[in-house]
Nanobody, 125 residues
Framework: QVQLVESGGGLVQPGGSLRLSCAAS????????VGWFRQAPGKKREGVSC????????HYSESVKGRFTISRDNIKNAVILQMNNLTLEEPAVYYC??????????????????WGQGTQVTVSA
């Protein structure tokens, strides 16, 4: 199984930006669709964004569309989530996952089990 490691979380003020990275040490991420998910305290985990393996098509949840950008960094073998204009409703632990066909992004991640440790994003004034 491909092991992914998330990084880049931190504390920002509302309106601030963070750049999350999802890196794989043992496999080339180009071969996989990769999704970003988040889970806020007391809430279900939800899909944020996904990038396909074939043509790099990107998908976003309605709440982040226009503010978040998912992309690949092939040199670092990573998938990046650039998050701009963060709001007070978005503090959560952010996770990335191998997501064939962006399946779990589309239907919800409840059945996915191979989560990593995630990276904490805190938005506070």
């Amino acid at each position: 199984q491909v092991q992914l490691v998330e990084s880049g979380g931190g504390l920002v003020q509302p309106g601030g930006s963070l750049r999350l990275s999802c890196a794989a040490s043992s496999s080339t991420l180009d071969y996989f669709a990769v999704g970003w998910f988040r889970q806020a305290p007391g809430k279900k985990r939800e899909g944020v964004s996904c990038i396909t393996k074939s043509d790099g098509t990107t998908h976003y949840s309605e709440s982040v569309k226009g503010r978040f950008t998912i992309s690949r960094d092939n040199i670092k073998n990573a998938v990046i989530l650039q998050m701009n204009n963060l709001t007070l409703e978005e503090p959560a632990v952010y996770y990335c996952a191998i997501d064939p066909g962006c399946f779990f992004f589309r239907i919800g991640p409840a059945q996915y089990t191979n989560w990593g440790q995630g990276t904490q994003v805190t938005v506070s004034a």
